[in-house]
């Protein structure tokens, strides 16, 4: 009985007794959500595109956050003054060096390898993670960076608030990234519905055949989804060192974008959208409800078994399209 | 068909390397002391991996170029690049091990454990320095592991200590809550039986916040708790990324600074990673930070001007590179010792071992290596290799650690049962503990 | 000329069905068995051995269970990692509590533990498919990682939170612990390497095998041809959980001496897949090549440098090597998607026919 009481109802007496914390840990899991989703973007966006499951996102954070941060201290050393000028000029070389990515991982590493199995993709990604790990050590350094939030402009601080005894603190930064993820999101939504390009980026998705024999080119597609995989990545890269430091340990937080993907499907972004937010949510309230009923640190595997549990209910993601097979 | 003859010729290539690799003698001059340093400049721990590699190597190579080396026999230094990984390190220790290392740091819980019952068969001391196994303290047990000046369950003591010093009597704690974040690995673990048992002695509630390696940048849940839990006290044992997160996360709290007490491992990068409002954070540390010092200043002119390392000069003086300087401190009187004690120049690991039981670091000993007031004395001894010696509380100021307190102590009668129960532990698990036979000298 | 399999006939099913059909593959067979028996605990150094050899073989048994699963079923896991710590973990707690019975015995039995725990995150493999299974198999990795760190009666309370590895005897001599040559453990390694190769080979060319394959290459179609998919699946996942399972235990216990839960984990089952891919998938040589290569080419170009001389520090090695093996993962797939067992049957076909290229 007593181990039901804790499952069933004290958590829940918790919420209603604490109403500021439950408020607190809903923004936690809704900034987090956010920012899984924004990692996923990068998944769906490429998936979508290509077919490819580019394990590489991951590591393309770290690199983008190591690209913007290393450029603004060689722009220092050469001069620049440091301050905004430095930290935007730094952002645009960086968004180059995404650009020029793209472009090469197109080249040397897609145009070679198209037609194969999904899953030589998928390791050919893997090879992409390893060699952007040395190559990202090699030129800046393995030692964590800080990142230059505050050049950036974006806002430090929090904005607190009374509420039921207690309080709630929102970081600046965190509701900059809120505001950041959904303008982006809005953004490549529109470009994908409404530009050319994007259009063409549907029907590749669609069929690479047909959308060849009308007369869409499949590399300058490629690109152009590598490169938006490669904006987002700078934008996550941004956002989580702010909340942390830029290090090599921040791709282990790609792997959790993984659940967001089965849960919302590997080719939606609404539904990358929702499996972070669902995601997000429900780890930060599982693991501070429940998690002390099991000694806690729960999060690192809850996420998954959320995901599992929609999935079998929903094989193919909510948002997923569904596996029609023929024989 | 080219680049199929091009995969041939290379697996050829591979294969005659994969040769030379299993047959090639291990090539070492006879005329120098070998020293592997396993360090890590790479993978996710590196940023406090890279100060230490970096105090540890500059150190030894300024002994080189100063003085030629240790008692006119050169070092020959090889690093070997763990990247924090179990597998790598054992990798390394079987690459160096046929080359007659004198002592092995593994700088890695993870690697020391494999090498601990390693060490007696292949002869060769493994010194982890205030790391891996802490009953490893107990030299009648393991005479080939070393790890002084304290272990982390004298470390939990001491901050208990601190604690209750600031409060005003250790019966004070009655009643606090006192929360624990740690990293959920076996280092971070190791304390809680400590920490538990101290909980029924003084009367305080201990709170644990586990942070599993792969959410090290992602504690806003833990936070949460605390927030919840209002701890009077945060203890933390982090490593890697763990700490600045952790520190971001106390300002993002409003939790008050001061109270929140680290063990010896977080630098200056992750007290400063909270921005100003992280003042008042404390880090436990048992030698001097900045580089106001003749044997710092002589690295500087016979290493780092000479550009015979990598290091980054702005890490000079550094808590975590004077950490790499202590460690290889260690091993030169290690080495010094053993020449004494058995009069040949170039040691052996039997020398080495012996070296390190009976070293003998005082005030007089670190005025004339340069070091004066650098740390506390060091003097171990057949049945201890740790020492369990004072540590000091550091506090963050905004832009460097400034001492705040004066010698702390472990409180052994808490911390020894433990230790001797530990150590039993481990022998009878282990099948057949050998007895020690090693013979034991008079300390020098 | 050398490699001619004409005039072998075979005049039963039986014949037909061998492992191997071809007396080439058998004389070849024995001198590799030959070299990995005889010559190689005589002539190899002890770096060559327990750096090298030893844990090629354990990769290679891993492989060989990641294989069974991504290669002939089709089915791709992330989860080898958390198995194969299944295995060491059950291998730890039988041999503390049952101390006088052979530990090679619970090694072999440790893997029936995997087994059972791979069979429980199977089950949702008939609904699940492709890259969403293989998300769903994390689930696997992440929770017994943490159950792994949490659950300290698998270490049987010990302070360090590992495994300490005991000393065990075979015929008076010592196999585990710190004791033992690495010609001993290496010998054992083999042995048990050996023998589960043999039995894979011979599951995978049967029926079981076929019925896998069938499943790889259409489910559908598989089960309207009376395979029971479930069945066939869940069968894969407890093989492949089995082989998994004794690799990590052999890898504890026979290699590393000591394990910390973090040797466990997603990083290892990343390491065993790249394996399986580039040493081909549904292949069992292919998981020895892969092994092989991915575990040694890091190996082979340190030696390199150290070779040739370069002064460079380790951690510009470092780097260095994540870069090239980055670089020769993509290479290899370009030359050669199906992996490096392709390259062996070219390789053999060439043999066939030469000196005479037509």
Not at chain 2, 1 to 30: D, F, Y
Not at chain 2, 76 to 103: F, H, I, Q, S
Not at chain 3, 280 to 302: H, Q, R, T
Request: proline fraction near 4%; aromatic fraction near 12%; hydrophobic fraction near 50%.
């Amino acid at each position: 009985m007593d181990i039901l009481y804790k499952i069933f109802i004290d958590p829940f007496m918790q919420m209603g007794g604490a109403p500021d914390l439950l408020v607190q840990t809903l923004w936690e899991g809704l900034v987090a959500g956010m920012l899984y989703a924004l990692i996923a973007l990068g998944f769906v966006l490429i998936f979508k595109a290509s077919g490819v499951f580019n394990f590489a996102q991951g590591i393309m954070v770290v690199f983008a956050a190591l690209t913007l941060v290393g450029v603004y201290d060689l722009l220092r050393g050469a001069g620049v003054p440091s301050g905004w000028l430095a930290a935007y000029l730094a952002l645009a070389i960086a968004l180059g060096v995404m650009g020029i990515l793209a472009f090469a991982v197109e080249r040397v590493v897609l145009r070679p390898l198209v037609n194969q199995p999904d899953i030589i993709l998928f390791m050919a990604t893997f090879g992409l993670t390893y060699f952007l790990i040395g190559f990202g050590e090699f030129v800046f350094g393995g030692n964590p960076k800080r990142m230059i939030a505050g050049e950036l402009n974006l806002p430090s601080g929090a904005v607190e608030f009374k509420m039921a005894g207690g309080f709630v603190a929102m970081q600046k930064i965190d509701i900059a990234a809120v505001l950041i993820v959904s303008v982006m999101v809005a953004g490549l939504s529109f470009f994908f519905q409404r530009t050319r390009i994007g259009r063409a980026l549907r029907a590749v998705a669609d069929s690479h055949k047909a959308a060849l024999s009308v007369g869409i080119s499949l590399e300058q597609i490629w690109v152009v989804v590598w490169f938006a995989a490669g904006i987002v990545a700078l934008t996550t890269g941004i956002m989580w060192g702010a909340r942390s430091e830029v290090s090599f340990s921040l791709q282990i937080i790609a792997l959790k974008a993984l659940p967001v993907l089965i849960l919302g499907g590997f080719t939606s972004i609404p539904g990358a959208i929702v499996g972070g937010l669902i995601i997000g949510i429900g780890e930060k309230l599982g693991e501070f409800y429940w998690g002390p009923l099991l000694g806690s640190g729960i999060e690192s595997w809850l996420a998954y078994f959320i995901a599992l549990l929609f999935l079998l209910f929903r094989p193919q993601g909510l948002f997923g399209e569904k596996i029609i097979e023929r024989i | 068909m080219l680049g199929l003859r091009n995969i041939k010729t290379t697996m050829i290539a591979a294969a005659l390397v994969a040769g030379t690799v299993a047959t090639s003698p291990p090539a070492t001059a006879q005329e120098s002391i070998y020293v592997p340093l396993f360090t890590y400049r790479t993978g996710p721990f590196s940023g406090s991996g890279i100060y230490i590699a970096e105090g540890m190597r500059d150190y030894l190579e300024m002994l080189n170029q100063r003085d030629g080396g240790i008692g006119g026999v050169k070092l020959a230094l090889e690093e070997c690049e763990t990247g924090y990984d179990t597998k790598k390190g054992l990798e390394c220790y079987e690459a160096v091990k046929d080359k007659k290392p004198v002592v092995i740091n593994p700088w890695s819980t993870g690697i020391t454990l494999p090498l601990i019952p390693r060490a007696a068969v292949d002869k060769v001391p493994v010194l982890s320095m205030a790391y891996g196994l802490s009953a490893a303290a107990i030299g009648d047990t393991f005479p080939w592991i070393f790890n002084p000046p304290a272990t982390y369950w004298d470390g939990a003591s001491m901050i208990l200590n601190y604690i209750g010093e600031k409060e005003g009597g250790i019966d004070k704690l009655k009643g606090k809550t006192i929360g624990y974040i740690y990293l959920d690995a076996g280092f971070g673990k190791e304390p809680i039986p400590l920490l538990e048992q101290l909980a029924k002695d003084y009367g305080y509630t201990l709170k644990l916040y586990p942070v599993a390696a792969t959410e090290m940048q992602n504690q806003s849940s833990q936070w949460l708790n605390v927030r919840r839990d209002r701890p009077d006290y945060m203890i933390m044992y982090g490593w890697g990324a763990l700490q600045p997160t952790a520190v971001k996360e106390a300002v993002k709290i409003n939790y008050p600074m001061d109270k929140f007490v680290s063990i010896w491992w977080a630098s200056e990068d992750d007290a400063a990673a909270g921005g100003p409002q992280s003042k008042g954070f404390k880090v436990l540390n048992w030698h001097a930070v900045g580089d106001n010092l003749p044997a710092i200043a002589d690295i500087k002119k016979h290493v780092t001007d000479k550009n015979l390392t990598q290091t980054d000069k702005s890490h000079i003086g550094k808590v975590l590179y004077n950490r790499g300087i202590y460690n290889s401190m260690l091993i030169a009187e290690g080495i010094r010792n053993a020449q004494k004690l058995s009069g040949k120049k170039v040691i052996t690991g039997e020398d080495m071992r012996r070296g390190l039981e009976t070293l003998n670091i005082d005030a007089a000993r670190y005025k004339e290596m340069g070091l004066e007031g650098f740390a506390g004395p060091v003097k171990l001894t057949c049945a201890d290799h740790n020492g369990h010696f004072a540590t000091y509380m550091q506090e963050w100021d905004g832009s460097k650690y400034v001492k705040v307190s004066g010698d702390l102590k472990a409180s052994m009668d808490k911390v020894s049962p433990l230790m001797n129960a530990a150590a039993k532990e481990y022998t009878e698990k282990a099948g057949s503990w050998p007895k020690r036979t090693e013979a034991c000298d008079k300390a020098s | 000329m050398l490699y001619r399999e004409a005039g072998q006939f075979k005049t039963n099913y039986v014949d037909d069905q061998a492992v191997f059909p071809i007396r080439q593959d058998r004389i070849g067979i024995a001198v590799i068995l030959a070299v990995a028996f005889v010559g190689i605990p005589l002539f190899g150094s002890d770096f060559f051995i327990s750096a090298v050899m030893v844990p090629l073989l354990v990769f290679s048994l891993a492989a060989i269970g990641l294989n069974i699963l991504t290669g002939y079923t089709g089915l791709l896991s992330l989860g080898t990692g958390g198995f194969m710590g299944v295995g060491a973990f059950a291998c730890y707690k039988l041999t503390t509590i049952f101390p006088d019975v052979n530990i090679i015995i619970w090694i072999l039995v440790s893997g029936f533990f995997s087994c059972g725990i791979g069979i429980l995150f199977g089950l949702p493999s008939l609904r699940i498919k492709g890259f969403y299974l293989a998300v769903a198999t994390l689930s696997a990795q992440f929770f017994l990682d943490w159950a792994f760190v949490r659950i300290p009666w698998l270490v049987n309370n010990n302070t360090s939170g590992a495994i300490e590895v005991p000393s065990r005897y075979l015929f008076g001599m010592p196999i585990t612990g710190p004791m033992a040559q690495p010609e001993v453990r290496y010998l054992v390694v083999l042995s048990i390497v050996a023998l589960l190769t043999l039995i894979a080979s011979n599951l995978v060319h049967g029926r079981i095998g076929r019925s896998w394959m069938a499943v790889r290459d259409m489910d559908l179609a598989a089960e309207l041809i009376g395979i029971r998919l479930y069945r066939t699946k869940l069968l894969a996942f407890a093989v492949s959980s089995y082989y998994c399972g004794v690799a990590g235990a052999l890898m504890v216990f026979l290699w590393y001496g000591s394990a910390e839960p973090a040797v466990f984990g997603i990083d290892q089952s990343f390491f065993i897949l790249f394996m399986v891919i580039i040493g081909g998938l549904g292949s069992l040589v292919g998981s020895f090549f892969g092994a092989a290569l991915i575990y040694g080419m890091p190996i082979i170009l340190k030696a390199i440098v150290g070779l040739v001389g370069l002064q460079i520090s380790p951690a510009t090695v470092e780097h260095l090597t994540f870069m090239a093996v980055g670089g020769l993962i993509i290479l290899f797939l370009i030359i050669e998607p199906a992996g490096l067992a392709r390259l062996w049957q070219v390789g053999k076909q060439k043999l066939r026919v030469w000196p005479f290229p037509y």
